[in-house]
């Protein structure tokens, strides 16, 4: 034995033969080893006694220099069962597509074994010659390749690929969730099926890319559904290559974004929408700070109906807020604004339950806040006795046009009220208000108390029927 490999005695003839092909052998990256006739171990290269973990001495290995050796699934394999033994007894050609050798350290190697009967001109044989193959990478490529596929089959986003002539060649199941198209129906078929005809160059361009082996960060794009749908999506794309290096294909994580998209839509008209009624909002406080410093005697007065208006408006506010901004009922709105200055024996309500607009909200609720105030200074509600009726009804008119009406009505007084001042309220009341609504209003004093009326187009109160949430009932 020396460090170039291992060599036992036999028949000279024999001897001499592998001597022939020592240094050849000696030089091979995989592991080979030869025996006599009886299969005992006359050659082994350094390749094999690395495989093994062991260098066996003269007439100390037969049929393998492993030192034990187990089949595929796991069962103790005796030396005399191994390929090579099985080829010199005649019991098979002995090649194994796998089993497992374990050192004397406890590692243990898969392996396959491709046994060679050495013959005479005669044709009786002399020994063999025994190659072994060493297959851990390509068990931890394979197990890599069914960890990898599991994680592409599994994967929520699209993973498709295709060849550098765009045709499908993979297809995993999210894809098919995404665009409708079973593997079935899509590998074989051409990318372009995917993409909207106005945007073809978008695949001309990435094609180019990964040919020249470039990777296409992720962008977005729009690709179609099999049922002709678009579909806002998410691309990341990058070059496939064969075991050479060369660029051969490329493949694509496709993610549906079309939930962001909608949320960002949805983003953007609520900050326009938000836009919009800040700005409603301001202009309603300049007028009714302009018409409050008109009819106000002194600062304090000033100050103090400016505070009680804007709070008023402040509780319609919270009312959008709450409701998220999908509609407010008029039942609510008429409950925030007399809540301060009545209580709710003294008020009659009657009307179906309407949801409205977020612009009825503002103009509403300061209508009632003002009719709520001045009741409660001068009219039915500074009373001891007496009702404040509110009705609403939809019809309508003669012309065919649906229309809304609402009555504030106070009676039961049991002395005459009065009118008290016709100030900010009753420009609000008389055209604030109905103008801002498309409609009109009328507001007069009687003995009893205050009458308003307002008339309007039905579809400038009623907020849009996509909100179907149960409305209280009254």
Same mark, same amino acid.
């Given at each position: 034995?020396?460090?170039?490999?291992?060599f036992t005695?036999g028949?000279?003839d024999d001897a001499g033969e592998?001597?022939?092909f020592?240094?050849f052998?000696?030089g091979?990256p995989v592991?080979v080893y030869?025996t006599?006739?009886?299969g005992t171990?006359?050659?082994y290269?350094?390749?094999?006694?690395d495989?093994?973990?062991v260098r066996p001495?003269?007439?100390e290995?037969?049929?393998c220099g492993?030192?034990?050796m187990?089949?595929?699934?796991?069962?103790?394999?005796?030396?005399?069962?191994?390929a090579?033994a099985?080829?010199?007894?005649?019991?098979?050609?002995g090649?194994w !597509?796998k089993?497992?050798?374990?050192r004397p350290?406890?590692?243990?190697?898969?392996?396959?074994?491709y046994?060679?009967l050495?013959?005479r001109?005669s044709g009786?044989?002399y020994?063999?010659?025994?190659?072994?193959?060493?297959?851990t990478?390509?068990?931890?490529a394979?197990?890599?390749g069914?960890?990898?596929a599991a994680i592409?089959?599994?994967s929520?986003d699209a993973?498709i690929?295709?060849?550098?002539d765009?045709v499908?060649?993979?297809w995993n199941?999210a894809?098919q969730?995404?665009?409708?198209?079973t593997?079935e129906?899509?590998?074989?078929k051409n990318?372009t099926?995917?993409?909207?005809s106005?945007?073809?160059?978008?695949?001309?361009?990435?094609?180019?890319?990964?040919?020249?082996?470039?990777?296409?960060k992720t962008?977005?794009?729009?690709r179609q559904?099999k049922? @002709?749908r678009?579909?806002?999506?998410?691309?990341?794309?990058?070059?496939v290559r064969?075991?050479?290096?060369?660029?051969?294909?490329?493949?694509?994580?496709?993610?549906?974004i079309?939930?962001r998209v909608?949320s960002?839509r949805?983003?953007?008209l609520?900050l326009r929408?938000?836009?919009?009624?800040v700005k409603?909002?301001?202009?309603v406080?300049?007028?009714?700070i302009r018409?409050?410093?008109?009819?106000?005697?002194d600062p304090?007065?000033f !100050?103090?109906?400016?505070r009680?208006?804007?709070m008023a408006l402040?509780?319609? @506010?919270?009312?959008l807020?709450?409701?998220d901004?999908k509609g407010?009922t008029i039942f609510?709105?008429l409950?925030?604004q007399?809540?301060?200055f009545?209580?709710e024996?003294?008020?009659?309500?009657?009307g179906?339950p309407?949801?409205?607009k977020p612009n009825v909200?503002?103009?509403?609720g300061?209508?009632f806040?003002?009719?709520?105030?001045?009741?409660a200074m001068f009219g039915?509600?500074?009373q001891?006795?007496?009702?404040?009726k509110?009705e609403?009804?939809?019809m309508?008119?003669s012309?065919?046009?649906e229309?809304?009406?609402l009555?504030?009505?106070?009676?039961?007084a049991?002395a005459?009220v009065t009118?008290? !001042?016709?100030g900010?309220?009753?420009v609000?009341?008389r055209r604030?208000?109905p103008?801002?609504l498309g409609?009109?209003?009328?507001?007069e004093?009687g003995t !009893?108390?205050?009458?308003?009326q307002l008339?309007?187009?039905?579809d400038?109160?009623?907020a849009?029927?996509?909100d179907d949430r149960?409305?209280?009932?009254?």
């Amino acid at each position: 034995m020396n460090g170039q490999g291992a060599f036992t005695s036999g028949p000279t003839d024999d001897a001499g033969e592998v001597w022939k092909f020592a240094e050849f052998l000696q030089g091979l990256p995989v592991a080979v080893y030869t025996t006599n006739a009886s299969g005992t171990i006359v050659f082994y290269n350094e390749a094999a006694a690395d495989l093994w973990g062991v260098r066996p001495g003269p007439g100390e290995g037969r049929w393998c220099g492993s030192w034990r050796m187990w089949t595929s699934d796991g069962q103790p394999l005796a030396h005399d069962q191994c390929a090579l033994a099985l080829a010199l007894s005649g019991r098979g050609d002995g090649r194994w !597509e796998k089993a497992v050798i374990e050192r004397p350290n406890g590692s243990r190697v898969p392996f396959a074994a491709y046994p060679t009967l050495l013959r005479r001109p005669s044709g009786a044989i002399y020994g063999a010659v025994n190659t072994l193959i060493d297959l851990t990478d390509q068990e931890r490529a394979g197990a890599m390749g069914i960890r990898l596929a599991a994680i592409v089959e599994s994967s929520s986003d699209a993973i498709i690929s295709k060849n550098l002539d765009g045709v499908l060649t993979s297809w995993n199941r999210a894809a098919q969730s995404l665009f409708g198209y079973t593997a079935e129906e899509a590998i074989g078929k051409n990318v372009t099926m995917l993409i909207p005809s106005d945007r073809l160059d978008e695949e001309t361009e990435i094609i180019g890319k990964i040919r020249r082996g470039e990777s296409i960060k992720t962008y977005e794009t729009i690709r179609q559904r099999k049922d @002709h749908r678009f579909v806002p999506v998410s691309l990341t794309v990058s070059p496939v290559r064969d075991a050479g290096g060369r660029v051969i294909g490329a493949s694509k994580i496709v993610r549906d974004i079309s939930q962001r998209v909608e949320s960002d839509r949805r983003m953007r008209l609520l900050l326009r929408e938000l836009n919009h009624r800040v700005k409603n909002q301001y202009a309603v406080i300049l007028s009714m700070i302009r018409e409050t410093r008109k009819r106000s005697r002194d600062p304090e007065e000033f !100050e103090r109906l400016v505070r009680d208006r804007i709070m008023a408006l402040s509780a319609s @506010h919270d009312l959008l807020v709450s409701d998220d901004w999908k509609g407010t009922t008029i039942f609510e709105l008429l409950i925030a604004q007399l809540r301060p200055f009545a209580p709710e024996e003294r008020v009659v309500i009657s009307g179906p339950p309407i949801r409205v607009k977020p612009n009825v909200v503002q103009h509403l609720g300061i209508a009632f806040h003002e009719l709520a105030a001045n009741s409660a200074m001068f009219g039915i509600l500074s009373q001891p006795t007496g009702d404040v009726k509110v009705e609403w009804k939809s019809m309508r008119a003669s012309d065919g046009a649906e229309r809304f009406q609402l009555t504030w009505t106070e009676s039961g007084a049991p002395a005459p009220v009065t009118a008290g !001042e016709k100030g900010f309220g009753t420009v609000v009341l008389r055209r604030v208000v109905p103008e801002a609504l498309g409609g009109v209003g009328s507001f007069e004093f009687g003995t !009893e108390g205050v009458v308003w009326q307002l008339d309007a187009p039905l579809d400038e109160i009623v907020a849009d029927p996509e909100d179907d949430r149960p409305t209280r009932e009254f």
